[in-house]
């Protein structure tokens, strides 16, 4: 009976371990689809470094918002289809804050192909 709670205890601790590990290599792996997002729209519109920085920031805001939406609504598609759509245009809301006239009209060109999910 004692091995066998040993091992109970030994297989939770395991699996809290590598659920703790697997939380970092998913923020780090935002963090690299985030970059890659704001990399792609400094390429189509110049930014400069002050943008680049506030993009790549809304751009990580824009992804784990997007998966945890997908979490809380992932069985209920309207619901889901309603939140991201909210969640889009807070994001660009806050995109036209930062960026210039020109620039968002940049980006209004071209946002179909910088869309987080064409990022896969």
Known sequence: ??????????GA??????????????????SERAKTMTRQ?????????????????????LLTETAELRKQFGA???ALDEALANMQMRYEWDLATILRPRQ?????????????????
Do not use: H, W
């Not at 009976?1 to 030994?10: P, Q």
């Not at 968002?104 to 896969?120: C, E, F, G, P, R």
């Open 1 to 10: 009976m004692k091995n066998f709670a040993t091992i109970l205890l030994l």
């Open 13 to 30: 601790m395991c699996r809290a371990g590598s659920a703790q590990a697997a939380a970092p290599a998913d923020g780090s792996r935002m």
């Open 41 to 61: 729209m400094a390429e189509k519109m110049p930014l400069s470094e002050g943008q680049y920085i506030k993009v790549r920031q809304l751009n990580l805001r």
């Open 76 to 78: 209920d598609a309207t």
């Open 104 to 120: 968002m009209a940049l980006y209004d060109q071209t946002k179909l192909s910088m869309t987080a999910v064409n990022l896969q």
